[in-house]
Structures are given as structure tokens and as C-alpha cells.
């Protein structure tokens, strides 16, 4: 069964530092999206991403966050200043379908620690 | 704005014994979909609801969907020590309209089985 594949597993970075965090989505799928827990918190909305552009944010994603899709398979979250708070577990997820109601499949996800 | 909630927080059960979690929504939802997030994994799809008063059974669990389209529950009867996990239930942000997918997460029912 197609998965969505995510890299690396583990990130660990100084405060301040810059980090990107890759995703390969299922390959036929059109929605994108990034979503973040905190250690023992429930998972949290970032940015979903659409036909190669944001679709909706969350006030979570600030200036210090951005997406992108860099070749045809690749979908990419940057942290530009990593801040300590930014620790969490990241989890790319991607869907079929153009509306709401798609199940969406996630990555194993890439957890950042920042010191 | 928009919330979905769980309760409860944590359930522990002896193997065999039922369980049941229950979320609702500050408002009305187009659909609701439910996850399982085993320890150290990722949120894994179980299930969509999309009809008024739906009922849907895969096994043991039973799903929900309330007429009002804003609570919902999991059940599971008799549970094994495999059902060990988080399960969250997630709705549609409304926040938009022709949203595009991003999904509101609960807190999660954290679930432990005593063997």
C-alpha cells in the first residue's frame, strides 16, 4: 500500500537555526498538509497545500514557516529561526480527493528537537 | 473558535472490558473522521462518517455520527491488548468555506488494556 514517506525521523537543531523537514506524499494524491504535535497534545493543524499553493493556514504557521513543493514528488516545511517551542513531532499528511471529506494519510513523521 | 472535544482524557480498561469515547463539536460538521495513533506512531485513518445519524461497524468498533452532526463516539467491545492507542476523532474546519480539507483534531482518548 502507497505511504507517505517523510525525512528525516529525528531533527535536531540550535535555536535559531534553520530547518527543513521533506515529505514524499502518495504519489496520486492532489492535497498536502502539515500538522504538528506536541509531546502528549493532540495534533494540530499547519498548512495544507493545493494545485502548488497554500490553501489554508493556521495561526500556528507565521512568517517563520514555509512550504513548498519543489519538483513533482518533494513537499518541503521550512522553519527559517528555529524557537525552543517549535519542539514537536511534524507529520506531513496527503489526500486524494478536492473536497473535505478524504481520509487523509500521514507520514511517520520527523521529530524536531531544538536545544 | 471552532473546537472539537473529547472526553475522556485517559480510559483504562482490563482486557475484555468495553470502551467508549466521545467527541463533540462547536459546530455542525460535514463529516467526522476518526484516528488511531499507536505509542511513538502516527495518526492512522479508521473511519469516515458522513450521514446524519450514522452508524458504522469495522469488527468491534462501532462508530457514531449524532443527527445534529456535531458529537460522535467510538466503541469498542471487548477490547484486546492491541487496541492499545490514542484515538482521536477530527472534523473539517468550517473556518472557510470550500475548506479544503484541513482537519480540526480532538485531544485524543489515550487507551491502555491490562492484560
Known amino acids: 500500500e502507497p505511504e507517505v514517506t517523510q525525512t528525516p525521523s529525528h531533527q535536531v537543531t540550535q535555536m535559531g537555526q534553520e530547518v527543513i523537514l521533506r515529505c514524499v506524499p502518495i504519489?496520486?494524491?492532489?492535497?498536502f498538509y502539515w500538522y504538528r504535535q506536541i509531546l502528549g497534545q493532540k495534533v494540530e493543524f499547519l498548512v495544507s497545500f493545493y494545485n502548488n499553493e497554500i490553501s489554508e493556514k493556521s495561526e500556528i504557521f507565521d512568517d517563520q514557516f514555509s512550504v513548498e513543493r519543489p519538483d513533482g514528488s518533494n513537499f518541503t516545511l521550512k522553519i527559517r529561526s528555529t524557537k525552543l517551542e517549535d519542539s514537536a513531532m511534524y507529520f506531513c499528511?496527503?489526500?486524494?480527493?478536492?473536497?473535505?471529506?478524504?481520509?487523509?494519510?500521514f507520514g511517520d513523521g520527523t521529530r524536531l528537537s531544538i536545544l | 473558535g471552532q473546537q472539537v472535544m473529547q472526553i475522556p482524557q485517559y480510559q483504562h480498561v482490563q482486557e475484555g472490558e468495553d470502551f467508549t469515547t466521545y467527541c463533540n463539536s462547536s459546530?455542525?460538521?460535514?463529516?467526522i473522521q476518526w484516528y488511531k495513533q499507536r505509542p511513538g506512531g502516527h495518526p492512522v485513518f479508521l473511519i469516515q462518517l458522513v450521514k446524519s445519524g450514522e452508524v458504522k461497524k469495522q469488527k468491534r468498533l462501532t462508530f457514531q455520527f449524532g443527527e445534529a452532526k456535531k458529537n460522535s463516539s467510538l466503541h469498542i467491545t471487548a477490547t484486546q491488548t492491541t487496541d492499545v492507542g490514542t484515538y482521536f476523532c477530527a472534523g473539517p474546519s468550517a473556518e472557510r468555506r470550500g475548506s479544503q480539507g484541513n482537519l480540526i483534531f480532538g485531544k485524543g482518548t489515550k487507551l491502555s488494556v491490562k492484560p
Open positions: 459546530t455542525t460538521l460535514s463529516n
Open positions: 504519489s496520486n494524491h492532489l492535497y
Open positions: 499528511a496527503s489526500s486524494p480527493g478536492t473536497s473535505s471529506n478524504q481520509p487523509q494519510h
